[in-house]
T-cell receptor, first 114, second 114 residues
Framework: AQSVTQLDSHVSVSEGTPVLLRCNYS??????LFWYVQHPNKGLQLLLK??????LVKGINGFEAEFKKSETSFHLTKPSAHMSDAAEYFC????????????FGSGTRLLVRP | GAVVSQHPSWVICKSGTSVKIECRSL??????MFWYRQFPKQSLMLMAT?????????EQGVEKDKFLINHASLTLSTLTVTSAHPEDSSFYIC??????????FGQGTRLTVV
């Protein structure tokens, strides 16, 4: 079975400083991995996805993530945090069957200080 | 991107009544839809997989008689919370999948049972 672990429940950064949200996955196969963002009481927005193409994936709003098979990691980064980045971030792995079931990590709340 | 519309966005109901939540794919046909539940400050937990024209597949621990799922067409899935109780209060989110592509999420429904 596939699983994903988000190592930090909360991350706090100052505006303009780099963001690092950590994610490790467990999979028997080459996984599809995603990062989603959720603002309060809103649905989910896809930031980026990895589907066995380039290991460095660029997403929206300046976010990017690097797939590292040797470390089973898919950490999300952004060079400079903006106040509007404050939200909940979910690392997600897709099961490798036809159901396209998504398995969510526990989430990381990003706080951005002025 | 593809749009998934979820209705209502919020609902308050009395204990013992039933509530229906709709999930529509507006500009594409979705053979598979998923229903998730999210408790405050927690991650999304998959409740069930809904396939058009067949019975839903429920995750372990989810009461199928309480959470009725109907997927009558390629663009509509409904979740009915029957005989709702305060502990059913939660944020319910649906997603729809374009085969071979990504999952698109509805904006969620905040259910409050009083």
């Amino acid at each position: 079975a596939q699983s994903v672990t988000q190592l930090d429940s909360h991350v706090s950064v100052s505006e303009g400083t780099p963001v690092l949200l950590r994610c490790n996955y467990s999979s028997s196969y080459s996984p599809s991995l995603f990062w989603y963002v959720q603002h309060p009481n809103k649905g989910l927005q896809l930031l980026l996805k990895y589907t066995s193409a380039a290991t460095l994936v660029k997403g929206i709003n300046g976010f990017e993530a690097e797939f590292k098979k040797s470390e089973t990691s898919f950490h999300l980064t952004k060079p400079s945090a903006h106040m509007s980045d404050a939200a909940e971030y979910f690392c997600v792995v897709s099961e490798m069957d036809s159901s396209y079931k998504l398995i969510f990590g526990s989430g990381t709340r990003l706080l951005v200080r002025p | 991107g593809a749009v998934v519309s979820q209705h209502p966005s919020w609902v308050i109901c009395k204990s013992g009544t039933s509530v229906k939540i709709e999930c529509r794919s507006l500009d594409f046909q979705a053979t598979t839809m998923f229903w998730y539940r999210q408790f405050p400050k927690q991650s999304l937990m998959l409740m069930a997989t809904s396939n058009e024209g067949s019975k839903a597949t429920y995750e372990q621990g989810v009461e199928k008689d309480k959470f009725l799922i109907n997927h009558a067409s390629l663009t509509l899935s409904t979740l009915t919370v029957t005989s709702a109780h305060p502990e059913d209060s939660s944020f319910y989110i649906c997603s729809a999948v374009i085969q071979g592509a990504e999952a698109f999420f509805g904006q969620g429904t905040r259910l409050t049972v009083v």
